[in-house]
């Protein structure tokens, strides 16, 4: 299974970026796929979730009303909109699909079976 993520950089403090994970059509449907960073010196953290089982959804609390997790069937792309970005912000940011559906496990690294490659998102203040 790949994930390929893509669409980091660099912005301003207050800023947008989109970030997209591109995956295969089986692994899109009976996997949950989610959203994790890593800043250096730090462990993963949880971003956002969608449950395969029922399209639930569910966020961090350092991004909630301010990260948008979606997605386009059609492409096999899951997204993830960033808004209000700031400096705490930058960090390397991952994809990754899980055969999980429950929030109690999604939030967890280790509920997890493949990741992609990770893409830089740099906020400047």
């Known amino acids: 299974v790949q994930l390929q993520a893509s669409g980091g950089g660099l912005v301003q403090a207050g800023g947008s970026l989109r970030l997209s994970c591109v995956t295969n059509?089986?692994?899109?449907?009976?996997?949950?796929m989610g959203w994790f960073r890593q800043a250096p010196g730090t462990t993963r953290e949880f971003l956002s979730v969608?449950?395969?089982?029922?399209?639930?959804?569910w966020y961090g609390d350092s991004v909630k009303g301010r990260f948008t997790i979606s997605r386009d069937s059609a492409k096999n792309t899951m997204y993830l909109q960033m808004n209000s970005l700031k400096a705490e912000d930058t960090a390397v940011y991952y994809c990754?699909?899980?055969?999980?559906?429950?929030?109690?496990?999604?939030?967890?690294?280790?509920?997890?079976?493949?990741w992609g490659q990770g893409t830089q998102v740099t906020v400047s203040s």
């Open positions: 990754a699909a899980s055969p999980y559906y429950s929030y109690s496990d999604l939030t967890s690294t280790r509920k997890y079976d493949y």
């Open positions: 969608r449950s395969y089982r029922d399209g639930r959804t």
């Open positions: 059509e089986r692994t899109f449907k009976i996997y949950s």
